[in-house]
C-alpha cells in the first residue's frame, strides 16, 4: 500500500521533509540560545554592582568593551585636545547635548571623554572650558556608539564642531590621531573644569547592548516558536499527504474508484491495435 513512496513525485516530497525538519528544529534551538544568552547577560548585569562601588582601573587593562568591562570605572592620564558638541541627548526628559573633548594620552591615541551634558541647543548655550596641563580622569566606560543606539544622529549635516554619534569610525575621519574604540562618561563633572563646570550634569553609563531582556530578546524567543511550529507542520503535512494516498491506494484496490492510470494505459492499447 506504501509503494507509492518510493515513487520520483514522493522522493522530493520526502526529500523536502527530511531537509525542512531538520532545518528548523536547528534555526529554531539557534534562536532559544540567543534568548537564553541575553537572559544569562541580563542576569550577570544586575548582579554587578553599582559602577561607583567598584575600583577604577587603568584603561588599557579593560579594553576591549564587553559586557563584563562596560560600565567600569577607567582611569586615563593625557591633555585635552579638540571638543565636540553631541547634539540630541536627553536627560531626565529635558533636551540638551553633550560635551566631549578628546583626551591625547602619553602614547599619542586619544579617548573620547564626555565631560558632561547641558541643556539648550548645541551651538547656541555656551560650554565650560576643559582644563589645561595634565590631567587624570575617571569615568565610566562606555563601548563606541552604533546606528542602534538611542540618540544617535545618522542624518549628518551637523555643524563644525558637532557629533552625531560617539564612536571611534566617526571620530578618526575628524581628528588627524588614533582614537580609542571606547569613551568614557565622567561622574565627577568638577574634576574636569574645576568650579565653572558646575552646569555641567553627568552622563550615566548605559547598560552594554544585548546585556537586557528587551524588544529583540523577545523576538529571540518568538523566532523560537515559529520555527519549532514550522518543524511540526511540515511533519504534520507530510503524514496528511501519505494519509490520503494510503486512502486512494485503498480505494483503488477495493474497487471503489477507477484505477486511472490502468484505464489509460487501456485506452493508449486500443489506440495503437
Known amino acids: 500500500m506504501y509503494r507509492f513512496l518510493l515513487t520520483p513525485r514522493w522522493w522530493g ?129 562606555q563601548a563606541s556608539e552604533n546606528t542602534g543606539t538611542d540618540g544617535v544622529d545618522t542624518a549628518g549635516g551637523l555643524p563644525d564642531g558637532q557629533l552625531g554619534m560617539i564612536s571611534a569610525a566617526s571620530l578618526v575621519n575628524l581628528v588627524p590621531y588614533d582614537v580609542y574604540d571606547a569613551w568614557v562618561t565622567l561622574q565627577d563633572t568638577d574634576s574636569s573644569g574645576g568650579a565653572q563646570d558646575s552646569a555641567l550634569r553627568p552622563v550615566p553609563a548605559v547598560a552594554p547592548q544585548g546585556s537586557g531582556l528587551d524588544l529583540k530578546a523577545f523576538q529571540n524567543l518568538g523566532y523560537t516558536g515559529e520555527w519549532f511550529v514550522f518543524a511540526a507542520f511540515v511533519l504534520f503535512m507530510w503524514f496528511r499527504l501519505v494519509r490520503r494516498e494510503a486512502e486512494a491506494a485503498r480505494d483503488v484496490k477495493l474497487g471503489l474508484v477507477p484505477d486511472l492510470d490502468a484505464d489509460t494505459d487501456a485506452e493508449a492499447g486500443t489506440r495503437t491495435a
Open 13 to 141: 516530497i520526502n526529500l523536502f521533509a527530511v531537509l525542512a525538519i531538520p532545518l528548523c528544529v536547528f534555526m529554531g534551538t539557534w534562536q532559544l540560545g540567543r534568548f537564553e544568552d541575553r537572559v544569562q547577560s541580563h542576569e550577570q548585569a544586575t548582579k554587578q554592582p553599582a559602577p561607583g562601588a567598584r575600583a577604577a582601573k587603568p584603561l588599557d587593562d579593560l579594553l576591549p568593551v564587553d559586557t563584563v568591562t562596560s560600565g567600569r570605572p577607567a582611569t586615563a592620564t593625557g591633555r585635552y585636545a579638540d571638543q565636540f558638541l553631541v547634539p540630541g541627548r536627553g536627560l531626565d526628559d529635558r533636551s540638551g547635548f553633550y560635551v566631549l573633548n578628546m583626551l591625547r594620552t602619553d602614547g599619542g591615541k586619544a579617548l573620547p571623554v564626555v565631560r558632561g551634558w547641558l541643556p539648550g541647543k548645541a551651538g547656541h548655550t555656551p560650554v565650560p572650558a576643559a582644563p589645561t596641563g595634565e590631567v587624570t580622569v575617571t569615568g565610566d566606560l
